[in-house]
């Protein structure tokens, strides 16, 4: 029997590249459940990645993709959007390529409530360039740019687009899977900007040198037993929740899209002539 | 009408239905007026976050089926050259205008003339158009997508501040007195068509998101299916036909006016607002009993070889005006230098040749 995923692979073309125990593969597989959950047509979609190692995926899924410049997915996505707003644009990226280098996109999609679907990996840390600090990366940790410790604070990327405007926003880890496929299911099919994070393991670079767990079980064990859900969180402390994993659904209301407005705004002037 | 709105009209004309922008002297006319057009076109317009936002914008909408085009003033121009050079791989047609200034607000110069054809990082060619009136930034915007749907490259269209913000006359043709180019659509079915397998004039069809060709675009080398491979022989495939499809009709790109060079002993080659003072310059030459002629370049990259070397036959010297420390004059040489002596005129005070000064320099030449 196939698999249910294979389907909506590229020339049902595998293996890919992810290392073994990489967690962008469950990202992947999340996505292509919650499209066939949601029997979503992938003719109409468009998926959209910068570079890194999450940025990869969409160049495995049998639809339009963009396998672009760093950082700059959200910014192709704007002019895919605006051109044809009836298309459903994915953007897989990562910590670095949305976080850092395409930070300012980032907020400002989140602003403008662009309807596309981002689904952020956060390993920690640039695992394809060899394992440097990430502006996710944890206070103290060894990479190779912070060979004595981690001398910055991690960022919270949630809370950041929260701040600019997102719509619907969720966390969770690789190790939440059924938890994840709902959010992305809610996601694909909210009308604006939505934005999920999976903190996911990176057994290759993260884990092994920065964690010291090179088995990508203990690394999924490391993700279930840092979580702790929302409701958890509010009861403790911010010196008790250093170093764990704020999980579940932190946004969700209804505002109309970029571009819903635009095309009002179109309509009034031009009496809809194209 | 004012040099940055014909540019718009241009767009218009051409098919131009995405824009997207950010805030920079002397092009901050064309996002404004662009503003009020597209949606009256049914078009659209945002201002993005930044130069980087729009160049990337405008590639997403172009490969969604809309001609695109963004515009900027040199220190914008910087930013856009990766996204240049995602374009060029991908083969995405799109516009790009540079108002040229000089470090700081308005400054006239041709500063940006190298930057425009080598700014972008990897194998690529550039097509650079040249206008040095207002009625020419209509043509030429026009012309410029016309170029970059038929090749799927970046085209730019290279102003200045001193045309731009200029006000002139200019007669609009009816859309029936113009020609207009748009991509070639696929005709294959899906599972046979091959998005990167190029046709006799080594350009690819194009189809475009939402159609039923589920094309992957990317910057690493591909194959003709589109798809991420890295082996030698095919990165050097990709990489001939992307650049030679340009480079190999640069003779029929060419867009340039010569004028008194049959016999012409010296010849001005001057592209941009220097065109405009280089034209009165020769015909006083010429009222003096001076054989001089004039190449006026309305493209500069491709270099126009074959127009450089024909209006320079009878030439003893070539006379390059230009606002800057004196660039394009190499290349002028590099062309033309083995037969005829290149004699580089820069003038970098923000302000054009006057013709005066151009006539003395040919009777300096003479």
């Known amino acids: ?274 | 009408m004012l040099g940055n709105h014909a540019i718009v009209e241009g767009a218009i004309a051409a098919g131009c239905r995405f824009y997207a922008g950010y805030p920079i002297t002397p092009a901050n006319e064309i996002s404004e007026w662009m503003a009020q057009r597209m949606p009256e076109v049914g078009g659209r317009f945002i201002q993005m976050e930044d130069e980087l936002g729009s160049i990337y914008s405008v590639c997403g909408a172009s490969l969604a089926g809309k001609k695109s085009m963004t515009a900027t003033a040199s220190a914008g121009y910087n930013y856009m050259q990766e996204g240049i050079e995602y374009a060029v791989a991908a083969e995405i047609p799109l516009v790009i205008v540079d108002v040229m200034r000089q470090r700081g607000e308005n400054f006239p110069t041709h500063s940006d003339v190298m930057q425009a054809r080598y700014g972008a990082a990897g194998d690529h060619e550039m097509i650079v158009l040249t206008p040095s009136s207002v009625q020419e930034l209509f043509d030429l915007t026009v012309q410029a997508f016309n170029l970059a749907e038929r090749f799927r490259n970046p085209v730019i269209v290279l102003s200045e501040a001193t045309i731009s913000l200029m006000r002139e006359g200019i007669r609009i043709p009816p859309p029936e007195e113009l020609k207009i180019i748009t991509r070639k659509k696929p005709v294959a079915p899906p599972e046979e068509f091959m998005p990167f397998r190029a046709e006799e004039d080594l350009v690819p069809r194009m189809s475009e998101f939402g159609d039923q060709y589920r094309v992957l675009y990317t910057h690493n080398p591909h194959d003709e299916w589109g798809r991420i491979a890295w082996t030698p022989k095919m990165y050097e495939d990709l990489y001939n036909r992307v650049t030679r499809k340009i480079a190999d009709k640069a003779d029929e790109i060419a867009l340039f006016d010569a004028q008194f060079t049959e016999d012409a002993e010296i010849v001005v080659m001057a592209y941009g607002s220097e065109a405009r003072g280089s034209i009165e310059a020769v015909r006083m030459a010429r009222d003096e009993g001076i054989k001089a002629g004039i190449l006026k370049l309305m493209n500069i990259w491709p270099v126009p070889v074959k127009a450089m070397k024909e209006s320079t036959r009878r030439a003893k010297k070539v006379l390059v005006p230009e606002m800057n420390t004196g660039r394009y004059c190499h290349v002028v040489s590099e062309f033309v230098g083995c037969d005829v002596d290149v004699v580089p005129l820069p003038k970098n005070q923000g302000r054009i040749h006057s013709p005066e000064e151009i006539l003395e320099e040919i009777r300096r030449a003479k």
Not at chain 1, 134 to 147: D, F, K, M, N, V
């Open chain 1, 1 to 274: 029997m196939e698999h249910p995923s294979l389907k909506y692979i590229r020339g049902k073309k595998l293996p890919h590249m992810f290392c073994p125990g990489c967690g962008c593969g469950q990202i992947m597989n999340a996505l292509l459940f919650a499209i066939d959950e949601l029997k979503l047509d992938t003719s109409k979609m468009v998926a959209i990645g910068g570079v890194g190692c999450s940025s990869r995926i969409p160049a495995y899924l049998d639809m339009y993709a963009i396998h672009g410049i760093h950082g700059r997915n959200l910014a192709y996505a704007t002019g895919v959007k605006l051109a044809k707003p009836e298309l459903k644009v994915v953007v897989l990226t990562g910590d670095g390529d949305c976080g850092a280098i395409g930070g300012n996109h980032l907020i400002h999609a989140a602003r403008r409530n662009l309807d596309v679907t981002v689904i952020m990996a956060n390993n920690g840390v640039y695992a394809m360039t060899g394992g440097q600090v990430a502006p996710t990366t944890a206070t103290g940790l060894y990479t190779t740019t912070t060979p004595r410790g981690n001398v910055e604070r991690p960022f919270d990327i949630c809370k950041l687009v929260e701040t600019a405007g997102g719509t619907y926003i969720a966390r969770w880890t690789t190790a939440q899977p059924a938890a994840l496929i709902r959010s992305v299911k809610k996601g694909l099919a909210h009308r604006g900007f939505s934005f999920i994070e999976v903190v996911c393991q990176c057994p290759t670079i993260y884990g092994r040198y920065s964690l010291g767990l090179l088995d990508p079980v203990k690394n999924m064990e490391y993700l279930q037993q840092n979580s702790v859900t929302k409701e958890e969180a509010l009861k403790r402390s911010a010196e008790e929740l250093v170093g764990k994993i704020v999980i579940g659904e932190f946004v969700e209301k209804q505002l109309p899209a970029l571009e819903d407005l635009y095309l009002e705004m179109e309509k009034a002037v031009s009496g809809g002539v194209k």
